[in-house]
């Protein structure tokens, strides 16, 4: 032990810690740090830090006969050192004789109760402040400093060292600094770690909301309850906020416009801006580029006035592209380079205009089938499947048919101003051993069908009664015609398409077109008509 040598910080390591101290989002990460680093300049033999807190350790605390006030003390929270003996003994607990100090007891009680430093420069010379001179001694401990941590006028703790050399007013001014900063910190890492909290929080009460939702049957625009809906929420719920393209692929009527609809009110573009929807197989090839890209007046027979098209009307919004899968091989590239570039031109004009907007795309086809056969390129269906998403048939989730049921029944009802009504639980096990091949617009057609005829009386009619090709399930009576085959199905379908096309003159849309004959959207129709091959 050498009395006379002094005690200095290190300028460099002093700044590396107030720095650190900086970074710190946790309140014990912070202690640790500052502590730590205390303790390893060569001439600190323990290094501490107290927290004003409540008192809870009263009644076993060492020095409660000298508590004034049972209120507030000193806890300890960090500590870091070790023995300068043989063996080492590590000074890090925090469970021993000091741990609490009463406010104005003490040395570190005194610090905090005044807010004025303690200094012992020799603890040889000055034992006045020290509990166990013996123990300072055996260390080879000289000096004690402790200053407080103090934040706008409030004292939030105090910090102190033990050294193996004289302190020097140097020494004790650039501990004040470091108390001052670790006081700073420690409110920043406390905001933080409220912060934390909070967001924790707010996930728990999310999870519990979702859960709620789940039980009630109904996310969002959603109705029902299965496993297979949570799955497509959940990835609805991840996807949404970002500007990724996504890719909803399922059967017809599974409700792809609905999650593409979701994806975009969970967006950030839903602000002021619409989700713009284009079907692409009812565009005519000659009319694509004017339909997505717009044109000028004259650019074209027709053209009477100009038009910005769907990519301009969707700019910093979001661009549903319906039945993407039924675009024209040979049209696949201008959609391309709008995706690639984010440009494009309108009809009839040679300025470029940039366009900033999101694609959904939706399809009932296998695109990645459809590429391997050449009718989709390759290309444009990686840019389109950014994040892909699957929409479950109505039958690969039974659980959902009788809340939407019962949802499409009140909704069919409220419309027509009907009074109230449920399904019997012999209708609900009959919507539900259904095999539905149109999936939830078969539903619900079939539900607003039962609610019109359900005047005479709910539990008088038959759910499939009309429903011809939709008709529940059975078995064949002896004699009945044996069905056809997928083959002849194709075939007959075909030539009933066919016939009603040569009829009409080969006009789909209209109230004389061969849409409107057939009872199907011409929407459909066009599908169909591309999907069997057929010359109109």
Same mark, same amino acid.
């Given at each position: 032990? *050498?009395?006379?040598? $002094? ?9 590396? !810690? ?14 640790? !740090? ?11 033999? !323990? ?19 000298? =508590? ?28 021993? $004789? ?110 519990? #909301? ?64 619409? #989700? ?54 040979? !049209? ?7 995706l690639q570039e984010g440009e494009y ?8 205009r940039a366009v900033d907007a999101r694609?959904?795309?939706?399809? @009932?086809? @296998? ?36 809340? +939407? ?25 009959? #919507? ?30 038959? +759910? ?9 399930? =059975? ?16 075939? #007959?379908?075909?030539? *009933? ?19 409107? +004959? ?19």
């Open positions: 032990m *050498n009395v006379d040598q $002094t005690f200095h910080f290190g300028n460099r390591r002093i700044q590396s !810690l107030l720095l650190a101290m900086v970074g710190q989002r946790s309140t014990d990460a912070l202690f640790s !740090l500052i502590v730590d680093r205390l303790s390893s300049f060569e001439d600190v033999s !323990l290094a501490r830090i107290w927290l004003i807190k409540e008192g809870d350790v009263c009644d076993a605390c060492l020095m409660a006969g000298e =508590c004034p006030s049972r209120e507030l003390c000193l806890h300890l929270v960090a500590s870091a050192g070790r023995s300068s003996r043989q063996g080492g003994r590590d000074w890090g607990r925090m469970d021993g $004789t000091f741990r609490r100090f009463p406010m104005g007891v003490r040395k570190v009680g005194h610090i905090a109760a005044t807010g004025q430093p303690v200094v012992v420069e020799s603890i040889p010379d000055d034992p006045t402040w020290i509990a166990h001179p013996e123990w300072a001694r055996a260390e080879g401990i000289v000096g004690f400093a402790g200053q407080p941590m103090r934040l706008h006028g409030e004292i939030l703790g105090v910090l102190a060292v033990f050294t193996r050399s004289r302190v020097t007013q140097t020494s004790l001014d650039i501990l004040s600094i470091i108390a001052n900063h670790a006081a700073t910190a420690l409110a920043n890492a406390r905001a933080f770690e409220q912060i934390e909290a909070l967001k924790s929080q707010l996930e728990a009460e999310n999870s519990y #909301l979702r859960e709620e939702l789940n039980e009630a049957g109904s996310y969002g625009g959603f109705i029902g309850r299965s496993l297979a809906l949570r799955r497509i929420i959940q990835q609805i719920d991840l996807v949404a906020p970002t500007d990724a393209n996504v890719l909803i692929q399922g059967e017809s009527g599974t409700g792809k416009e609905l999650v593409a609809r979701e994806l975009h009110q969970r967006s950030r573009r839903r602000s002021g801006r619409p #989700l713009i929807k284009v079907n692409c197989a009812s565009v005519p090839k000659e009319l694509f580029a004017s339909e997505f890209f717009g044109h000028v007046k004259g650019a074209f027979t027709g053209a009477h006035a100009s038009r910005e098209g769907k990519f301009g009307a969707a700019d910093r919004g979001t661009l549903f592209l319906d039945e993407v899968g039924e675009i024209p091989l040979e !049209l696949q590239a201008q959609l391309l380079r709008v031109e309108r009809v009839g004009e040679e300025k470029v694609i959904i795309a939706a399809t @009932n086809r @296998n695109l990645q089938k459809e590429v391997e056969a050449g009718r989709f390129r390759e290309d444009l269906y990686f840019r389109l499947n950014v994040f892909p998403i699957t929409v479950p048939s109505l039958r690969s989730r039974p659980e959902d048919i009788a809340p +939407l049921a019962e949802h499409f029944l009140k909704r069919s009802l409220a419309a027509m101003n009907r009074p109230a009504l449920r399904f019997s639980q012999a209708q609900i096990a009959q #919507l539900e051993g259904y095999d539905w091949p149109g999936n939830v617009r078969e539903l619900q057609n079939i539900v607003e069908r039962f609610a019109i005829t359900s005047a005479a009386g709910p539990a008088q009619v038959e +759910l499939f009664a009309h429903a011809g090709e939709e008709a529940g399930p =059975c078995s064949p009576a002896a004699g009945d015609p044996l069905p056809l085959t997928e083959a002849e199905l194709v075939r #007959l379908q075909a030539d *009933n398409i066919e016939k009603a096309l040569a009829r009409c003159g080969g006009k789909i849309y209209g109230a004389d077109g061969a849409a409107a +004959l057939l009872g199907v959207k011409p929407t459909t129709l066009a599908t169909r008509i591309r999907k069997f091959g057929i010359r109109r």
